[in-house]
């Protein structure tokens, strides 16, 4: 009796102790991040031991609320990110280095590289792959098949878009060969645009991000084309006033081609199964195809006491079950060496996705808001003027010494 109350009391004290040391990790996230990391923190809570509190917070004050949160030392322990606001919350010494654990990682090679890179600052890493997102192209095959086209053949160059776009919209009424979110969303723009010069080898911006590199024969070249599918009337009047609200026009059924988020291959999918539709990466202006890398960074908050159990539930985040959990809610695995065993079994055009992930890119600048997604920007001012506009030279002239000045006036 004695000695089962000893077991008892013993168990009981081993209880405790590992209760005790149990930690609540705080953690902000921006509204609409959607399931698929929310399903994760209720996998790993579910487990026991450490949990995660998340808190969603309206993605237009998130970047504000978090520096605010930081200058009054109530800033939570970690923070789903958009990547492209890591290099500078990291410049203002507000992120944990997270170098040497990341980089002890077996798997960091494998992570998003485009992540990894926005995540690092003067060559320290302070942001991690969470959520990844590519930009890809979509064709309906359906009304491929009607305009007399191959359904079952991606397009490879914007010769061969072109050419479709004008059969497709031959077939008369509202039905259009090609859309894009045009001159009210700057953020559309970078996100299905700029795949077509980095494609061949171009850039809007130095590597530095402290040069515009805007006007180059690339950039000449895509806007071309642009200009070009809108003078053959391929693309709906209503484009170019668009600020992002139809950019998935797509799912109406009545567009035959447009450049999209991987997002998109689950909205199709889950919400519009009538639509039978293709994906490929996007072709640049030579036919090499590049993507846009966007998505959320992890990054913690510099001076947490609670680093250890942070590290822990990334690194459920990242393993094969974490993986699965949020593949299975529409985001893109982080880990390339995983990829096929987490996508096994589900929508095969996912891959597509991971494929963008190995030549998309990111513009690294410090000044992301003002030069790309501010609706008065410099770049939402260039689509506007130089694919719609008369002054294409104009465009490109003004353009580049306004992003010239606002990356000077930075620095």
Known sequence: ML??????????????????????????????????????????????????????????ELVQKYATAVAGGQAPDALSLDLIYTPAFAAAGQLEDLSDW??????????????????????????????????????????????????????????????????????????????????GCGGCMIFTFTPLVWGAGADILSADGKKATLDTP???????????????????????SDNGVNFLSFTNGKIGQQSLGAFAIGTLVTQHPEINFGVTLIPGVDGKPSSFAGGDNFVVTKGTPKLDAVKKFLEYTYSVEGQKIMAKFGSLPTRGDIANEVLDGLDPRLKVGIEAIAVAKTPYTLQFNDLINSSNG??????????????????????????????????
């Not at 109350?5 to 959607?34: C, H, K, P």
């Not at 890809?136 to 009304?143: G, P, R, S, T």
């Open 3 to 60: 000695k089962r109350q000893f077991a008892i009391a013993a168990l009981m004290s081993l209880y405790m102790a590992s209760t005790a040391s149990a930690e609540t990790i705080s953690m902000w996230v921006r509204s609409g991040i959607g399931d698929s990391f929310k399903e994760v923190v209720k996998a790993f809570n579910d487990k026991g031991g450490d949990k995660v509190e998340m808190t969603e917070v309206p993605f237009s």
């Open 102 to 183: 990341a980089k002890a990682l077996p798997y960091f090679n494998s992570l998003s590289p485009s992540h990894v890179k926005l995540g690092t600052y003067d060559g320290k890493i302070y942001g991690m792959p969470l959520s990844v997102e590519t930009s890809i192209f979509a064709w309906n095959k359906d009304l491929y098949k009607k305009a007399g086209l191959d359904p079952e053949k991606a397009p490879k160059t914007w010769e061969e878009i072109t050419a479709n776009a004008e059969k497709i919209r031959a077939l008369g009424g509202d039905t259009y060969g090609f859309y894009f979110s045009g001159g």
């Open 218 to 240: 690339q950039m000449r070249k895509a806007v071309d084309i642009y200009r070009n599918l809108v003078a053959k009337d391929t693309v709906p009047a209503g484009s170019a």
């Open 378 to 411: 410099p770049w939402a001012t260039f689509i506007n003027a130089s694919i719609y506009g008369s002054d294409v030279d104009g465009a490109f002239s003004n353009a580049q010494a306004e992003m010239q000045s606002i990356i000077d006036a930075a620095n």
